[in-house]
Nanobody, 123 residues
Framework: QVQLVESGGGSVQAGGSLKLSCAAS????????MGWFRQAPEKEREFVAA????????NYAYSVKDRFIISRDYAKNTVYLQLNSLKPEDTAVYLC????????????????WGQGTQVTVSS
């Protein structure tokens, strides 16, 4: 059984930082890209960032580029999302997802999803 478990969410003031973690278990994600998405109330889910299996390739949404950093730790089978310079519009549930391939530049094709972790940014 595939399981993705996010953690690290919380409430911060604008300009603050958080680091989200996504621990994967139940299967090997070797060779697979992983990503983060977010969903704010009454809005559609949107792509945030993705990382290739090697960790060399990354892809970011324009709205978070230069503020967020995605990384992965193979030994821990964990993907991270460092959130810096947070803005109130970053408030959302952040979800971790895994692809069935390594095409990290393609924002579609995610087959496995976590339950999400809430990030709230106050002004």
């Amino acid at each position: 059984q595939v399981q993705l478990v996010e953690s690290g969410g919380g409430s911060v003031q604008a300009g603050g930082s958080l680091k989200l973690s996504c621990a994967a278990s139940g299967r090997s994600f070797s060779g697979k890209a992983m990503g983060w998405f977010r969903q704010a109330p009454e809005k559609e889910r949107e792509f945030v960032a993705a990382i290739s299996y090697s960790g060399v390739g990354t892809n970011y949404a324009y709205s978070v580029k230069d503020r967020f950093i995605i990384s992965r730790d193979y030994a821990k089978n964990t993907v991270y999302l460092q959130l810096n310079s947070l803005k109130p519009e970053d408030t959302a549930v952040y979800l971790c997802a895994a692809k069935s391939d390594n095409y990290y530049e393609n924002t579609n094709g995610y087959n496995y999803w976590g339950q999400g972790t809430q990030v709230t940014v106050s002004s």
